[in-house]
């Protein structure tokens, strides 16, 4: 069993910066392809990011392309999202998923993932 916990979600104004961090507590999490969900009010979750276990493969959804950065400190089984240029429509809660596999798809599904973090809110104003 993964237990992830994300952090560093708040409150900024469009244009700001977030940086999300997700500590895993397993031992070793290089293995798994890691990613970035985001779920607003009324709408489904969606893949926003993902990782494979290198660090050297990552995907985005075309929303955040350009925006976004995944990165993950294998050492620290630790994952991250730089958000940068933020919008209101960026505005949501962001979860952490781990998937049991080393392998990503191009944009992360939400049946992929069987560990979960209990997420953590962004909310952006103009």
């Known amino acids: 069993q993964v237990q992830l916990v994300e952090s560093g979600g708040g409150s900024v104004q469009a244009g700001g910066s977030l940086r999300l961090s997700c500590a895993a507590s397993?031992?070793?999490?290089?293995?798994?392809?890691m990613a970035w969900f985001r779920q607003a009010p009324g709408k489904e979750r969606e893949g926003v990011a993902s990782?494979?276990?290198?660090?050297?493969?990552?995907s985005y959804a075309d929303s955040v392309k350009g925006r976004f950065t995944i990165s993950r400190y294998n050492a620290k089984n630790t994952v991250y999202l730089q958000m940068d240029g933020l919008k209101p429509e960026d505005t949501a809660m962001y979860y952490c998923?781990?998937?049991?596999?080393?392998?990503?798809?191009?944009?992360?599904?939400?049946?992929?993932?069987?560990?979960w973090g209990q997420g953590t809110q962004v909310t952006v104003s103009s």
């Open positions: 998923a781990a998937r049991s596999y080393p392998s990503c798809r191009p944009l992360p599904l939400v049946p992929d993932f069987p560990y």
């Open positions: 397993e031992h070793d999490t290089s293995s798994r392809c």
């Open positions: 990782i494979f276990p290198g660090g050297g493969r990552t």
